[in-house]
């Protein structure tokens, strides 16, 4: 219980009388309950939920309902639950908002139940609705080894961006690794700025991930890449930043703010279609938070204060049961294991469509440069009937055109897409391949005669269809030595087993 607002350490544990449900609420037998940041900042008056004196911290248990109050109509008691609020997780029982708790399945264990939406949750939502992270981009998550930040690194991932781990220690590097973070930064040896520079060859991040703050806020900033997406997470590091608004206008980029709680009250829907996912995702095995330590119930405040001290990588987690334990890591059946493809050369091979499947949401690599030339042009020109001068005159060109050169079709540099995706997967099982062309493009930038372009994709999605499967891929074509790509598309292909 908090008393009075202070550090961890002015805890206590007390005997309460047992709660009644009201209207619209549930009564929960807690088994565990995950810390989050936010709770080290409520009990010492710092956050913008502020509940009246003296209430017990915690702000998201899982645990088994006792009763239901009045009105609740999709719970009853003896259903296994993950709930969250302001506070009162870390009591044997709680109180909760009827509209805020939901059903988690009987595979899945009370630790990991307790442990999985408000990260994994804020930081979805974070990822998907306001930074609208495609693949194909790159990602900084700043703070990547603490609960939300590791989520972020998952979820990056999955979502096919490449992600940029930031964290103060190589031992929080190391798991941010085993998450899925393709490049590492220890900010508290090397210089950020420099370090992104190095790794996105002077480019810059497209989304930056920030639940830190303080100094590491604006050098983040100043490393977004044109039209770069600034999500405002939090201020695990202390200060809230005073950013110069300047550098959102010379880099055309967005400060987009993720309150996830607010989000949850304000768009319902949307937020249980995210919970859903994100429950289907871990049920998958695609998605699993990281356990720092198991804590007693009176051990609490030592909880609190190991989070304080930035102790903690992952969550750390009180639970109020002895039947509750460390999870281990879910084992997937093998009819659903992603076994990794086979690559002859830079080719991936997958073994039919049911193994292309598994695949899904991941890269697929990047391709060879593929030089456009003038007699390109002029073939493309003479199979589609289009001979407009600023394609087929070189010499019209060189008075008429910014660079002096002629600019190739946008439907041309597309029409390559099946030579690259030939050269980056198979299947072996396919006996015929029709590619149908896009379900949506956007061409973004001209590209000269005597220029070079690449394809990087990933696997969006592999959908089962009478006798094949209809597959969507995300491709993303560049042009050599310029930071915007040509075009952005979304391939669509009939595979046929």
């Known amino acids: 219980m908090c008393h009075a607002y202070g550090l961890p350490d002015t805890l206590t544990l007390n005997d309460i009388p047992s709660p009644e449900p009201g209207p619209g609420q549930v009564l929960i ?27 017990s911290p915690g702000s998201e248990a899982a645990g088994v309902v006792r009763a239901v109050g009045e009105g609740v109509r999709h719970l009853k008691p003896g259903d296994r639950v993950f709930t969250f609020g302001s506070h009162g997780g870390l009591a044997e ?51 990547a080894a603490g609960g939300v930040g590791l989520a972020a690194v998952e979820l990056g ?29 220890n900010y508290s040896t090397e210089d950020l700025r420099e370090r992104i520079k190095d790794i996105t060859g002077g480019k810059g991040v497209d989304v930056v991930y920030d ?34 608004l300047n550098l959102a206008l010379l880099k055309g980029s967005a400060l987009v703010g993720v309150f996830w709680g607010l ?21 998958q095995g695609k998605l699993s938070p ?69 695949y899904a949401g ?51 540099v597309l029409s390559l897409s099946p030579k690259f995706s030939y050269t980056l997967y198979s299947v072996a099982s396919a006996k015929m391949a029709l590619n149908y062309g896009t379900n949506k493009v956007r061409f973004t930038s001209p590209v000269p005669s005597g220029s070079r372009v690449r394809m990087r994709a990933v696997l969006k999605e592999v959908e089962a269809v009478p006798g094949g499967a209809k597959i969507l891929t995300e491709a993303i074509f560049d042009i050599d030595g310029q930071e915007k790509p040509a075009c952005v598309a979304e391939l669509l292909s009939m595979v046929y087993e």
């Open 93 to 143: 029982e709680l109180v909760s908002d009827a509209r805020v708790t939901v059903p988690i399945p009987d595979e899945m264990d009370f630790v990991t139940g307790a442990s999985t939406m408000y990260a994994y949750g804020t930081s979805y939502h974070a990822l998907k609705d306001r930074a609208q992270l495609k693949p194909g981009e790159t990602l900084l998550v700043l703070g």
């Open 211 to 244: 639940p830190v703050g303080d100094k590491w806020a604006e050098p983040a900033i100043r490393s977004l890449a044109w039209r770069g997406r600034y999500l405002v997470v939090g201020f695990a590091g202390g200060e809230i930043p005073k950013i110069p």
């Open 362 to 412: 991941q890269e697929l690599g990047v391709s060879d440069w593929e030089p456009i030339t003038q007699a390109m042009i002029n073939q493309f020109a003479q199979a589609t009937g289009d001979h407009q001068w600023i394609h087929v005159d070189p010499e019209r060109a060189k008075s008429g055109l910014p660079g002096g050169t002629t600019i190739a079709h946008g439907f041309l």
């Open 290 to 358: 990281h356990i720092h330590k198991l804590y007693a119930l009176a051990d609490a405040p030592q909880a609190l204060t190991d989070m304080m001290d930035r102790k903690v990588i992952g969550k750390a987690v009180v639970v109020l049961s002895e039947e509750v334990t460390m999870p281990t890591a879910r084992v997937v059946p093998v009819e659903e294991a992603a076994k990794p493809p086979r690559r002859e050369g830079q080719t991936l091979v997958f073994d039919n469509l049911a193994h292309l499947k598994t």
């Open 263 to 283: 989000f949850t009250q304000k768009e319902p829907a949307l937020s249980i279609k995210n919970m859903q996912e994100i429950a289907m995702y871990v049920m």
């Open 29 to 55: 037998d807690v088994k565990a309950c995950s810390l989050n940041f936010p709770d080290t900042l409520t009990i010492r008056n710092m956050y913008q939920f502020k509940p009246p004196l003296p209430f």
């Open 157 to 185: 991932k999955l979502m096919g961006a490449t992600v940029i781990a930031g964290a103060s220690t190589d031992e929080k590097l190391a798991v941010c690794a085993e998450k899925g973070a393709t490049h590492l930064i």
